[in-house]
Antibody, heavy 120, light 110 residues
């Protein structure tokens, strides 16, 4: 079964760091671009970041540039999001998503999400 | 404030056809594919249309997508109660080098 499972969400204080993980199974992880998307409570979907198959290309939403870093370990079939200098408005459910084959920016498989809460 | 603009709400009765619009610009919808996602509370988003008008396997043909210039639309015919959800459009923006989502349209089946 094709599956993405996120983990690492937690309650942290402003300014702290957190690393999210997304474990992929059931497909050739190294063949697909991967993304992080979030949804704050009561708000809409917001794209966070994407990474190419070989990690040579990454892009970020303006709101997280310089604070978040996306990476992947193709040997471990795992996607990561290192989140530094967290702010209250980073509070959200974070989803990892797989790009559809041949299309870098259309998502066909999503994880169930992991909750990040930033509060003092 | 989203760069892709959707109406906040839409509604219809069972069996009706509804359309949801998504307006953007030349650097996103005007030059890139549009994708549509269905989001139910507490669940992961689900792809209902990709590459402007392609339906993923398993999505009923009641769902269709179109694009013209810098705007796109999602149409749902034969409306069913199970279609009640928030629908989001999405497109790559070549200037921002970012994926954009619309603000979402809450579809209510009356």
């Amino acid at each position: 079964e094709v599956q993405l499972v996120e983990s690492g969400g937690d309650l942290v204080q402003p300014g702290e760091s957190l690393r999210l993980s997304c474990a992929a199974s059931g497909f050739a992880f190294s063949d697909y671009w991967m993304h992080w998307v979030c949804q704050a409570p009561g708000k809409g979907l917001v794209w966070v970041s994407r990474i190419s198959t070989d990690e040579t290309s990454t892009n970020y939403a303006e709101s997280v540039k310089g604070r978040f870093t996306i990476s992947r370990d193709n040997a471990k079939n795992t996607l990561y999001l290192q989140m530094n200098s967290l702010r209250v408005d980073d509070t959200a459910v974070y989803y990892c998503a797989r790009s559809r084959e041949g299309l870098r920016n259309a998502f066909d498989i999503w994880g169930q999400g992991t909750v990040v809460t930033v509060s003092s | 404030q989203s760069v892709l603009t959707q109406p906040p709400s839409a509604s219809g009765t069972p069996g009706q056809r509804v359309t949801i619009s998504c307006s953007g610009g030349s650097s996103n919808i005007g030059s890139n594919y549009v994708n549509w996602y269905q989001k139910l509370p507490g669940t992961a988003p689900k792809s209902v249309i990709y590459s402007n008008n392609q339906r993923p396997s398993g999505v009923p043909d009641r769902f269709s997508g179109s694009k013209s210039g810098t705007s796109a639309s999602l149409a749902i015919s034969g409306l069913q109660s199970g279609d009640e959800a928030v629908y989001y459009c999405s497109s790559w923006d070549a200037s921002l080098k970012a994926v954009l989502f619309g603000g979402g349209t809450k579809l209510t089946v009356l």
